[in-house]
């Protein structure tokens, strides 16, 4: 097993001009529009962006669930998708946190948590279950083992999910809104234990999100979208020092960017909100 | 008329469930000031939409006393009207027999009743989707036409129970200077619970923090900027920032107590953080606040 | 695992405890006083009706008096009693039909209903000849089962086989097509092949519906077998309550209702019980958010 | 068949699976007339030779009033179930005593098949005819009883809060809340309950003989569709047994299908994007 910061660095993300039309009963329907986009091995890139205006495609596009319609997709320049092969294959290089959860249900948090060491053949059970307690101990998940996720609070599943993707060294961690459902407080404590597991691993991190505070806090680089068809429309780096924690949620640097964003942001959501614009 | 509109002495409130007896309120005494924006904040399952069902009259105490103007509260009564965490619209209705509901329920559909509901559904902006059905409305336009359907019966106390929890972020801000705008133009008193710091200070007049279950008053901060507010001068405004930073530390100690509380796995985790607290308190990243 | 051991006994007490609690909670609740009344009602009416008012309609029906006594006498007058052994002839015949049928329904049903669900090709070309022959009603095939397999007896577990079959095989389908898509992906993600996704996800997150279809099919194998056993059989209940009316034993009829009843009920409890055994996940969801 | 309520309402795609099930159905018939042809199928006629009888029937009064008379007997017991089922279950819905006093009582009746009930109706009612009836109304009752229940316990209590909170009388919020808020689980007890009717009164009709005591025309055909096919089977003419057993079926799709209409029309907030 390699231990994770020893490889070279891995994560790096290439979108180079991507366009994704879905074509649901002829009405040809763009939700990706030449976007393009580097994001560098280990950084936390945010995604903002009002809903319903397809960051989630961008997402499907990179993890192997969709097609792209042209451009094309790169980790560490390996082509992912592009012409010629319109649609990548998911892999555990490019772990997945659903917005809704994908735990299963079926399984305890400890089989959950070794699913996919042992489906890849990659470690015994008695390896996998090793790491596996390792990684939940660092995040505060000492005796959940034996739970099903139903009996967890959505707070700790989340936790468990993310342990789950972890398990499987991914080079990116891709989360679409996995805080969305939680309250502002249990989010905050969501945010530090996200921070903490990361500062841990080094991992390259996809992050989509509506909450702009949520993403200024996370983010390496916050990346605010257009509504539908969404491209990258104004991209603020975040100079906010590692290690972070909601003392800077009052600090002047952080007020200022979540000026700086606000007003990018506030024209896409005026936008989404006149028009009516469906949830998600 | 006195300057309270509702007020709470010594109210407590246990439950009976499978293993045996819970207690949710711990003698809660609290005044809702007339014409005021009262916001309650407090960690998540600390008994605080237990509080609202009380005061709107679903839920008797079990002990201590509710009296609204001077009279005791014994049930549910159109002058303390509930807005749920999830919209509460009747589905089978449409938006505008929805709005017109309660004057119909009450039989008082009168024209001027007929002519309110219009206006405050062009109010709300949704004079568009007047024949359209619940499900066909995104989360936003919901909220919207829940609060016409309230203002309609021109309550003298409305109460929140975090309404716009479960929109995304931005909605969330709209909506929140948006109910700004509402409020200021219908003088009526509101109660509004959450558990966002911001949404919180952004519209309280006096905010009100509560502990950990079981739930009390541990803190009341007044709040004193005009209506309708601005986002952006909230953020930029210094009251509501050191307001911020003194709730922010209250409630984060008892969103710990209620963490470490219910999810006892998570020791170490807590520890952990505690301790960063302690040390980051003196050496702030970036520039100190002022 | 010694681990599940000793967490066992730790909540072997307190199942008992809560037993116990909740055996106490219901004596004092009104349901089991409300139970009895309709029960007494019932049986009064029934009583009443035809030995002592002898209404129009009621006087040619058995009396609660003639066929309780008969159904616990040790020498019945009409020859079926909880004492006599042909009783437990039928109820054995019955009882085998309904468990063969739905064995066999079972076996066919699910897997054929997994593909169904699992392969689009599969299902557009075998799923038209299924849904054409599923309206036709069961008992519409007894004739043509007479026909097909001679015997009486193969054809009224033909009858109570194919009801079950359709109804194992169906909710076998609903439940393969109706799982989260975010849990195959979740799999794909993790690296799972397309045989190792089906066998982690598709079938354990079938279960549930795959348990709600055997629950049908044992009950629609009971209705379908009374009749096969009136028209075509020899043996079993059905048949019991047919000859209870061409030999004008009426008291017969009832016990071979009620018992029908009965032996029904449990079989599809047990069904029930296995199933929440089987998917403890399903039961044990207790949801503690706050 | 007593197919699972959620799966009368899940549409299937159209478009390719038409030419799917072209296929699938023409090769079965195809194989089934060349098997029958030398004789493999175990006395079951050719289709060509249902098709033929079937287009005879089309011309014999007897056939049509045994539609007619199925229908009847099915609408009859149908209506008499979706009134009383209703009525029973919202009561149940609106008063817990009710509800502790009948519901013991009907869950133990229940599972006692509606067919056993045969022998018992036609001692108790006068007629053959009251007595299918009977069958029919028990078939469709349970079902419909317990939907109506389930639909009424599942409103939002938030939704009856509110109407309170609103000033709403007890009658009013049963009337604009509990009613349109159990209507589309009753909907679809009733598309359901109607599918059982049909299986019923086939039963029925066979079990008391269909009723010849009606003086069905044209001697074995009247009667009921479920007297045609056990009269044609007693007659020895199979492909007629065939030919009723797909008249009821398209019966019982036509009715369902119809009731499942009525209930997207009913409950127009259901499912509008």
């Not at chain 2, 509109?5 to 711990?26: H, N, P």
């Amino acid at each position: 097993m390699n231990t994770p910061c020893l490889s070279r660095p891995r994560g790096a993300i290439r979108i180079q001009d991507v366009v994704k039309v879905y074509d649901p009963h002829g009405a040809a329907v763009t939700a990706v529009d030449h976007c393009t986009l580097d994001i560098a091995p280990g950084e936390i890139c945010m995604i903002v962006g009002p809903s319903g205006c397809g960051k989630t495609s961008l997402l499907n596009a990179i993890a192997g669930f969709h097609d792209i319609t042209s451009g094309a997709i790169y980790l560490d320049d390996r082509l992912l998708c592009g012409p010629g092969r319109p649609q990548s294959e998911p892999g555990a290089d490019r772990v997945v946190v659903f917005q809704n959860g994908a735990l299963f249900p079926w399984k305890t948090v400890l089989d959950n948590i070794t699913f996919g060491p042992l489906v890849q053949g990659r470690s015994t059970l008695r390896e996998a279950r090793e790491k596996a307690r390792a990684l939940m101990a660092d995040a505060g998940l000492a005796d959940v083992e034996s739970s099903y996720p139903a009996q967890l609070s959505s707070g700790v599943r989340r936790r468990v999910e993310i342990v789950r993707a972890l398990m499987n060294d991914p080079s990116v961690l891709l989360l679409d809104e996995p805080y969305r459902a939680l309250d502002s407080l249990t989010k905050s404590m969501m945010h530090e234990s996200l921070l903490q597991t990361y500062y841990r691993n080094k991992v390259t991190i996809f992050f989509i999100t509506h909450d702009l505070e949520e993403a200024i806090f996370l983010g390496d680089k916050v990346v605010v979208m257009t509504s539908r068809p969404c491209r990258p429309k104004k991209i603020v780096t975040v100079d906010i020092p590692h290690p972070r924690d909601h003392n800077v949620l009052t600090s002047r640097r952080f007020r200022e960017l979540m000026d700086e964003t606000m007003s990018a942001v506030h024209e896409e959501a005026q936008a989404a909100f006149a028009a009516g614009e469906r949830e998600g | 008329m006195s300057q309270t509109l509702v007020e709470l002495r010594q109210v407590s409130k246990f439950y009976r469930d499978g293993i045996g007896i819970k207690q949710v309120v711990r003698d809660c005494t609290l005044d809702i000031e007339r014409g005021k924006l009262t916001v309650v904040i407090g960690p998540s399952g600390c008994g605080k939409s237990t509080l609202t069902r009380l005061i709107a009259g679903f839920e008797r105490p079990t002990s201590g006393t509710l009296m609204s103007e001077g009279r005791p509260i014994t049930g549910p009564h159109k002058d303390r009207l509930v807005l749920f965490q999830e919209s509460a619209l009747f589905p089978w209705m449409t938006t505008e027999q929805n709005v017109l509901y309660g004057p119909a329920a009450r039989g008082e559909a009168t024209p001027q009743a007929m002519q309110l509901a219009g206006s405050l559904i062009d109010r709300v902006g949704l004079t568009a989707f007047r024949r359209k059905y619940p499900t066909q409305l995104s989360g936003g336009m919901q909220r919207r036409a829940e609060l016409a359907r309230a203002l309609v019966n021109n309550p003298k106390l409305m109460i929140l129970d975090e309404p716009f929890r479960g929109l995304d972020a931005m909605t969330k801000s709209l909506m929140q200077e948006y109910f700004s705008g509402l409020f200021q133009e219908m003088q009526a008193t509101v109660l509004f619970v959450t558990t966002d710091i911001d949404e919180a200070i952004f519209l309280a007049d006096r905010l009100i923090i509560m502990t950990n279950a079981p739930t009390r008053v541990r803190k009341v901060i007044n709040v004193d900027i005009p209506h309708p507010r601005k986002l952006a001068d909230i953020v930029e405004n210094d009251s509501a920032n050191d307001v911020k930073i003194r709730a922010l530390s209250i409630l984060h100690e008892e969103a710990m107590r209620s963490f470490g509380g219910s999810a006892k796995a998570s020791a170490d985790f807590v520890q952990a953080y505690a301790a960063r607290i302690g040390r980051t308190d003196s050496m702030t990243p970036g520039n100190p606040a002022p | 695992m010694e681990m599940v051991a000793s967490g066992a006994i730790g909540r072997e007490d307190s199942r008992l405890a809560m037993i116990r609690r909740r055996l106490a909670l219901s004596l004092r609740s009104p349901a089991p006083y409300l139970a009895l009344l309709g029960f007494a009602l019932f049986l009064g009416f029934w009583h009443l009706a035809v030995e002592v008012w002898q209404l129009p309609r009621f006087r040619a029906m058995p009396s609660l008096g003639a066929v309780v006594g008969d159904w616990i006498s040790r020498d019945p007058i009409y020859g079926l009693s909880l004492f006599t052994p042909e009783y437990y002839a039928h109820i054995w015949a019955s009882l085998r039909r309904v468990l063969l049928a739905f064995a066999l329904a079972t076996a066919l049903g699910v897997p054929l209903g997994m593909a169904f669900g699992w392969s689009p090709a599969f299902r557009r070309y075998v799923f038209p000849l299924f849904e054409i022959l599923r309206p036709i009603p069961a008992l519409a095939w007894v004739p043509l089962a007479i026909v097909m397999f001679h015997g009486t007896e193969s054809s009224v577990r033909f009858i109570t086989f194919l009801p079950a079959f359709f109804a194992t095989a169906l909710n076998t389908m609903l439940g393969v097509s109706s799982i989260d898509e975010s849990y195959l992906r979740a799999a794909r993600c993790l690296g799972a092949s397309r045989w190792q996704t089906f066998r982690h996800v598709v079938v354990p997150g079938a279960m549930p519906f795959i348990f709600t279809g055997l629950q049908i099919s044992i009950g629609v194998a009971w209705f379908s077998l009374v009749a096969g056993e009136m028209l075509a059989g020899e043996f079993g209940l059905g048949y019991v309550i047919y000859t209870g009316y061409t030999l004008v034993t009426y008291p017969t009829i009832v016990i071979g209702m009620v018992t029908l009843g009965l032996v029904g009920y449990v079989s599809s409890a047990i069904i029930r019980l296995v199933g929440r055994r089987l998917m403890q996940w399903h039961a044990r969801n207790l949801g503690i958010e706050g | 068949m007593a197919v699972t309520a959620t799966l009368a309402a899940k549409g299937h795609g159209r478009g390719s699976d038409l030419v799917g099930a072209g296929l699938s159905i023409g090769s079965v018939l195809i194989l089934w007339e060349v098997m029958a042809a030398a004789d493999l199928t175990a006395g079951v006629p050719a289709p060509t030779a249902v098709l033929a009888a079937w287009w005879n029937l089309l011309f014999d009064g007897g056939y049509w009033q045994s539609w007619y008379l199925s229908a009847f007997r099915v609408a009859a017991g149908f209506f008499a179930a979706l009134v009383l089922g209703v009525l029973l279950g919202l009561a149940m819905v609106v008063s817990r005593t009710l509800y502790g006093i009948t519901f013991p009582i009907f869950e133990v009746l229940r599972p006692i098949p509606p067919l056993a009930w045969v022998p018992a109706a036609i001692i108790f009612w006068p007629t053959t005819e009251l007595s299918i009836a009977f069958i029919t109304f028990l078939g469709a009752f349970y079902t419909i009883v317990i939907n109506t229940l389930d639909g009424g316990r599942a409103i939002d209590q938030r939704y009856v809060q509110a109407a309170l909170s609103m000033g709403a009388s007890r009658m009013n919020v049963f009337r604009r809340i509990v009613l349109p808020g159990t209507l589309p689980s009753v909907t679809t007890g009733a598309a359901v309950g109607m599918g059982i009717t049909w299986e019923v009164v086939v039963a029925a009709e066979m079990i008391s003989g269909g009723g010849s005591s009606m003086g069905g025309s044209g001697g074995g055909t009247g009667g009921g569709l479920g007297f045609l096919i056990w009269n044609s089977y007693t007659g020895g003419s199979y492909e007629q047994i065939i030919v009723g057993m797909l008249s009821i079926g398209i019966a019982g799709y036509l009715s369902s299908g119809l009731l499942r209409r009525f209930g997207q029309w009913a409950t127009p907030w259901i499912g509008r994007r």
